[in-house]
């Protein structure tokens, strides 16, 4: 074979490789456009996410989206759409992802650890709640979720395109060096609960390839460490907590 036809053989398989890639994210993205959580939305988030860098186009795009997808199955989901949740059993989410810009929001702020706006902060009456979860003579099996801050419809319409043009702004200056370590390196060093609690959320929970175990045990575990140095005390304990429980550094 000709060196000039082994470059076209090359090239076409570089060509088929990312229409597979682009088939396979648009599938990813029709799924978390659902309104079925369970195995589909959130199934499909994680693999979003381990996707990583292929998807921020397709993401930011979907931050104007106008939709309003009410979502089902989300009987141990605990998310400002939601009034009232089984506390034996439960997972929060403090994003209105009902509203597909906040949707994409909380996927992009996980993947990127940055705060852009889009969390719905002083979330709900948990003191209540766990002081009915440890009555023992309490028989009542459901809570009502109270959140105080939830933006109203007006609010989300109203945010949407200002907080977009601030992700396009950001990714425009950054994009091109952007990469999801050094966003992890820059969250922890950032002094900022929400950022460093969403890193140590995703070392409990996510993956991505660029995170060897090389990386955590160089890069990532000794920032972790100095935090618990820091003289933010929910940080401190957020830093000691995943120390505490830190499974990747015996990670084969």
């Not at 109203?158 to 992700?167: F, Q």
């Not at 003289?231 to 429980?245: D, F, Q, S, V, Y």
Request: charged residues 30%; hydrophobic residues 40%.
């Amino acid at each position: 074979m000709t060196q000039k036809k082994i470059l076209v053989v090359v090239f076409l398989l570089f060509v088929q490789i990312g229409f597979a890639q682009k088939t396979m994210i648009d599938s990813l993205f029709d799924n978390f456009k659902s309104f079925i959580w369970s195995n589909t939305i959130s199934q499909a988030k994680k693999d979003l996410d381990k996707t990583g860098k292929p998807i921020m186009p397709e993401l930011i795009k979907m931050l104007n989206n106008k939709g309003f997808v009410k979502l089902v199955n989300t009987e141990y989901l605990m998310y400002p759409g939601s009034k009232e949740v089984q506390w034996t059993h439960g997972y929060f989410i403090y994003y209105d992802i009902d509203w597909l810009s906040i949707r994409a929001g909380w996927l992009l702020e996980e993947l990127t650890f940055m705060d852009f706006g889009y969390c719905t902060k002083n979330y709900y009456d948990y003191g209540e709640m766990m002081r009915n979860h440890n009555d023992p003579f309490s028989s009542k099996k459901v809570w009502e979720l109270k959140w105080e801050k939830k933006q109203t419809k007006e609010q989300v319409i109203k945010n949407r395109p200002i907080l977009a043009d601030k992700v396009k702004q950001w990714w425009t200056a950054n994009g091109d060096k952007w990469n999801r370590i050094d966003a992890m390196k820059e969250a922890l060093q950032s002094n900022d609960e929400f950022r460093i609690g969403m890193v140590c959320e995703f070392l409990r929970r996510g993956e991505c390839e660029e995170l060897t175990k090389d990386v955590y045990v160089w890069e990532i575990r000794p920032l972790v460490e100095k935090l618990v140095k820091s003289p933010n005390t929910r940080i401190k304990l957020t830093a000691k907590t995943w120390l505490n429980n830190d499974w990747r550094l015996n990670e084969e």
